[in-house]
């Protein structure tokens, strides 16, 4: 049997941790690779006990994007792979990343280039080791971007930046991506788990669907006028608010006692 790249643990708090498992191929993505991760993904954004999800990779890499070696392989076959994978896996990753109703917690250790930054730029919080860098990587390889770069990076550090760092891709250390906005918390290296695990069951014990609508509405901000921002918001607040969450929450307020969210 082959062993699985892609591994999911779920943990009593609600917290399901995706983790890609190819340590020794810095968590380049496969063919096999990229479709568990589509799936893992697929799965836990749609199953009502996950409260959060993280994404992160086993060893000294987050995910260096596209395996090469594999790619090299395809074109020499003169494969057609690259034409298809970008429909078939990567767009519905970053897809499902950026739209699940729960909140995304990208966990960097390491590197993270190509489409594996972009899949980071698509989760709520990216956290790095202080020993991680970003990289875009894909016009180092003549390629243009993928999975929701040309998106994700005009909207965290301004149309110029993103050019910048599409056009000359270099490492960026994890201060600096802090100081530009690609990530939101760098901790140090031998705290790193702790960090994520803190912030993770955090937003799992949150009011998720509070988090969800939070997600959608930020994410349509950007390209709505203000009246249809208010009548998103708007809608949201009815629904928000009739949820058990709400109730609790407003309840456990006027009690001076702190809520307690499920999540529902």
């Not at 941790?17 to 380049?28: E, H």
């Not at 990208?106 to 790095?128: E, T």
């Not at 955090?202 to 006028?225: E, K, N, Q, W, Y």
Request: glycine share 8%; aromatic share 4%.
């Amino acid at each position: 049997m082959t062993e699985a790249t892609v591994v999911v643990d779920r943990s009593a708090s609600g917290v399901a941790t995706v983790r890609i498992d190819r340590p020794d191929a810095l968590n380049a993505l496969d063919l096999p690779t990229k479709v568990a991760l589509r799936d893992a993904l697929a799965e836990v954004a749609a199953d009502d006990g996950v409260r959060c999800v993280v994404l992160t990779g086993t060893g000294r890499a987050f995910c260096v994007g596209q395996d090469l070696r594999e790619h090299v392989a395809n074109l020499t076959a003169g494969s057609g792979e690259l034409s298809t994978t970008v429909a078939d896996h990567y767009n519905p990753i970053a897809t499902t990343l950026a739209t699940m109703d729960k909140p995304v917690v990208a966990a960097l250790g390491g590197v993270a280039a190509g489409a594996g930054m972009s899949f980071a730029l698509a989760a709520d919080f990216r956290v790095m080791a202080e020993s991680a860098s970003m990289t875009t990587a894909f016009a180092g390889i003549g390629l243009s971007c993928d999975s929701g770069a040309s998106y994700w990076l005009p909207r965290l550090v301004g149309p110029a930046r993103a050019k910048d760092l599409l056009m000359f891709p270099r490492s960026v250390p994890a201060q600096e991506c802090l100081e530009l906005g690609l990530a939101t918390h760098v901790v140090p290296t031998d705290g790193f788990d702790a960090a994520v695990a803190e912030l993770a069951d955090r937003l799992a014990a949150g009011p998720t669907l509070a988090f969800a609508a939070i997600r959608h509405l930020v994410a349509d901000g950007p390209v709505s006028t203000l009246a249809d921002a208010l009548a998103a918001e708007g809608a949201s607040m009815r629904t928000t608010g009739a949820t058990q969450d709400h109730r609790d929450a407003v309840e456990a307020f006027v009690a001076k006692e702190r809520p307690v969210f499920h999540g529902r």
